[in-house]
């Protein structure tokens, strides 16, 4: 398996599905909230909203909860690219490797970089 090059708190960008004028979601951009890499999906934030309906019941304090919910929905790696940071477009993502001195030692250190434009990703 694949390591996965998309973290959480990442600025996104869906880059296939269905389009916007359309009722998708392609185009949209959002904040990783969480990656699931044994299922290669990611949770993006407004990006794959579903509606689901929760059963009723009483919370510890007696007021009543369920009915219909919309919340998120893991969508496949595969479908969202990084944003870039300095053009704000997709871009993919390629690492480089440092040489940092730390405590009187020399040690590596890997960078995520943007392919489109050279910049350091957060």
Known sequence: MAKMKIKKGDLVQVISGRK????GDRGKQGKVIEVYPEANRVLVEG???ITKHTRAGQSSRGSRTGGIVTMEAPIHVSNVAIVDP???KPTRVRTRVETVERDGR?????VRVAVRSGKDLA
């Open 20 to 23: 916007q004028d359309k009722g």
């Open 47 to 49: 990006i794959n909203r």
């Open 86 to 88: 300095e053009t704000k």
């Open 106 to 110: 020399m040690k590596t250190q890997r």
